[in-house]
């Protein structure tokens, strides 16, 4: 993998980096907003780490094992 400054200095126009830093910006903001809404619904979260899928509980238990079931 890259470096991260070896990814940055191959950008031509230092518009493309502010853009793709704001539109990730977005993307995290909303994916806690969105897992800040299912913890209040009682749904769980799933996301993904080392290439495994875990799923956190309203509770803030996680879990390997699929809840899906038990909601």
Known sequence: MRD???IVES???IEIYKNSAFMN???VQAMQEEKE???RLGIPSSFMQN???F???A???ITAE???DKV
């Open 66 to 68: 699929q809840p899906w």
């Open 55 to 57: 799923y956190e509980l």
């Open 25 to 27: 910006k977005i993307a």
């Open 59 to 61: 509770d803030g238990t």
């Open 11 to 13: 950008f031509d126009d």
């Open 4 to 6: 991260k400054r070896e």
């Open 37 to 39: 809404k299912n913890k």
């Open 51 to 53: 290439g495994k899928i």
